[in-house]
């Protein structure tokens, strides 16, 4: 269903992205599972704005993106800044039992939820068991 390799891990972007708050980030945390015949993500994406979230398919590779701004008011002077700011790229391998042009994606309350159903060909499906009939032959 989804690949783990190198592009499902942390990318650059995702460290750039926490750089200035002094933390070394492993990447956008995520859930993936399987429920029926669809697959989830689940991505954290607190503090962003819905508007600035870009999901794309191109082949079998999934790209997130999205920005995290900071408000500039006049006259602040910020003492403490930690909350990080910038882009956030997250990129995950999918497996060709996932039917990608039917992903559907939500936002709420800072997690971006794709869902993503199972191709027909991928899913379970019942074999029927035929019986054959012998004639028994007799002596």
Known sequence: MLLRTAPF?????FDQFF??????????????????????????LPGV???SIDATVDGNV?????E??????????????ERPTGTVTRRLVLGDALDTDRLEATYDAGVLTLRIPVAEKAR????EIGT???????A
């Open 19 to 44: 750089a200035g708050a002094g933390v070394r980030a492993a990447g956008a945390p995520l859930d993936a599972y399987r429920d029926g015949d669809a697959f989830f993500v689940e991505i954290d």
């Open 132 to 138: 054959t009939q012998r004639e028994l032959a007799t």
């Open 68 to 81: 995290r701004t900071r408000t500039q008011r006049e006259g602040v002077r910020r003492v403490i800044t």
């Open 62 to 66: 999934l790209t997130v993106r999205a």
């Open 124 to 127: 379970p499906r019942k074999i």
């Open 49 to 51: 704005d819905p508007a």
């Open 9 to 13: 891990r942390g990318f650059d972007a």
